[in-house]
């Protein structure tokens, strides 16, 4: 099962520094907890300020479990360290199956 996520932010600098620093830490943490990092990547709509990710979750995994559990771990604090979380203004998820077509499963 796929997750796609997409992080509206405050502005451009809170965007650049969540995308290239924090963001970027997840990839090591999310693997801790069994989640996969398929893509990151960052709206070039003016005035977007939108990071979206695309993650994946081991079969029969409850993506809102595993959510709480990353987010309540001293990795996820760590990865989060200097941030200020108000930056984040909204943040969207939409779960996804593969069709048997798709070239990731």
Known sequence: MFQL????????????????????????TFAVFGVTTYGVWTEHTDNANRLVALIGYQPAADPD?????????????????????????????????????SPIH
Do not use: K, N
């Not at 203004?89 to 048997?100: G, I, K, M, Y």
């Open 5 to 28: 996520r997409i992080y509206r932010l405050r502005s451009p600098e809170a965007l650049r520094r969540y995308a290239d620093v924090h963001w970027a830490r997840h990839l090591a």
């Open 65 to 101: 479990e595993i959510t709480r559990r990353v987010m309540a771990s001293p990795e996820f604090a760590a990865d989060m360290a200097g941030f200020d979380i108000t930056d984040i203004l909204e943040v969207q998820t939409t779960l996804l199956d593969p069709t048997a077509f």
